[in-house]
């Protein structure tokens, strides 16, 4: 920390009054209220774009800066994020058997898109196997090719599928096939080219049940370690009613009554934000803006209800802040973790049971970039000095929530009511006691602000009980919402070559009741 911000800091201790611009009363129980909802080890988990993901997870070896950076959320919650691989390229892949791993072919790189999707991608047996090399105990979820309408090469692709989650070196690592998704944004292909566009989500219901009782019906059949279930739906999209695509629709049209459908453990759907190819200062603080995170997530309330409605999860299957792989200056900055920090907590509150940030190599919303790139990721020109595998500021918020979570196994999260547009917080229990809370402020900070940073000053009250002696405070530092690195969570940084912590940690202690500050762009987590 700062000297001076620690000696200000120290000063709001002493005296309970109001020692800055704006002092927010943070209302919390020290017994779990019946509303807060249980919260998952690895809530925020991972969806990799499947057509570099032998790039991501490696080949004969594993890539260890990502072995790692998984390790490191296990070793805070006990659980590795769940990993599901597929997006985009998906519905462009075909099995091969003489392909060895993969064979990618890439349309031509643009200074929008610095790193496409390939095309036309080809995996063999070794594309799958390369699942041993993730942590073990890791939960998978794979998609299958249903874009193309050839149920030979999704036919292909589960049996190599089943036979690696079959194999020793998975089985043994306790890695395991949770689902399979056939399709990615089905309700896109109308406008993308793999359908005619008057494709509806009746036809997509009758080619889903074909794939995906051919697909459950050769594993049961063939790999009899393999209990195969499925994500249903993974739109990009939601009518959120029984008309066009949504959860409710396909529901209606019976999609949960053919043999695999009675299959479907999960409804996945996409959310980004918007799509916006180029980034600005307004663009972010909307990003992160308390309002557009929460009506951007409650509109997913019908489905959600729906989805559990039929005793199936709800997840969040592929999601971050901007399509376009990310708006430059936006997603890849220290305002976007606070974004994905907020929105994750916030999407645990509508009934989300775990939340997917899409990656893939060289997008610029990527918690992690796991492997060295020698061109830009926000214009795709040239690297004079190729950038070596790092983390990005968003990989924090996976941190923070990790360590919010804990590794109690039986933690449950409730959003605090503040009466603020800019600060947002929600309080952990581990059972029934309170054991941490998360606050942020949303308020941008950037680099070209001339004024001075404002504080606002959090005055904790207890309303069930006396108040805990001491808190211990933990602080998030970004030094600008635009900034790209720099960031410390407790002092402490993942700014190395091999994606492990390094610094000394620097958590404070501080009276419970003495108020707490938090500055623009800044996370507190306090635990009790
Ligand atoms: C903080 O809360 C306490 C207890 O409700 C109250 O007495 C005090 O005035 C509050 N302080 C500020 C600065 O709001
Ligand atoms: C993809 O590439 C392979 C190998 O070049 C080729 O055989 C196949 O026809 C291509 N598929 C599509 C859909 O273009
Ligand atoms: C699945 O489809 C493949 C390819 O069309 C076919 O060879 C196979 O017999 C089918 N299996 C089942 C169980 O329907
Ligand atoms: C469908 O996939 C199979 C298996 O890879 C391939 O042999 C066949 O050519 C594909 N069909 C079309 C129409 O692309
Ligand atoms: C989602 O958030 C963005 C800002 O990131 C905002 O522009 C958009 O209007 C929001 N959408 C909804 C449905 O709230
Ligand atoms: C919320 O804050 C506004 C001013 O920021 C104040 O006018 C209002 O009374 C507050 N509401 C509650 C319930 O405290
Ligand atoms: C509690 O916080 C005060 C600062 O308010 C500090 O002086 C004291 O050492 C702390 N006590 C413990 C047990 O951490």
Redesign the pocket.
Known sequence: MHPLRRLTTRAA?LIVTCKVAACLDIALLTKAPSAAVAISPSFLSLSIEQDRWTDWVGTTSRNEFFFNTLDNLNQITGQPPHIRIGANSEDHTNFGNDVEFAEDIFPAVTATVPYPEATNITVGDGFYQAAQFLPPNSHVSWGLNLGENNLTAAFLEAKSLAKAFSSSQIKNAGITLDAIEIGNEADLYSNNGLRASTYTSTQYVSEWTTFANNVSATIIAEFPDISPKFWGAAFAGSSHSTTGFSPQAIFAEGVLTSPAGKLISTISEHHYSGSFCSGNGGLLQDLMTKSTIRSNLTQYSPDITSTHAKGLDYVLGETNSYSCHGAPGVSNTGGAALWTLDYSLFASQLGVLRVFFHDGIGFKYNLIQPITLTRSTLDGTPLTTPSPPHVQPQYYAAIIAAEAIGNSGNTKVIELSINDTRVSGYAFYEGDTLARAVLINSQAFFTTDTTPRTSVQLNLTFTDASPP??V?VKRLFVPHADDTTGLTWGGQNYDTSDGRISGSLQVD???AT?GIEIQETEVVMLSF
């Open positions: 201790f002696k001491n211990s202690s501080a009276a003495a």
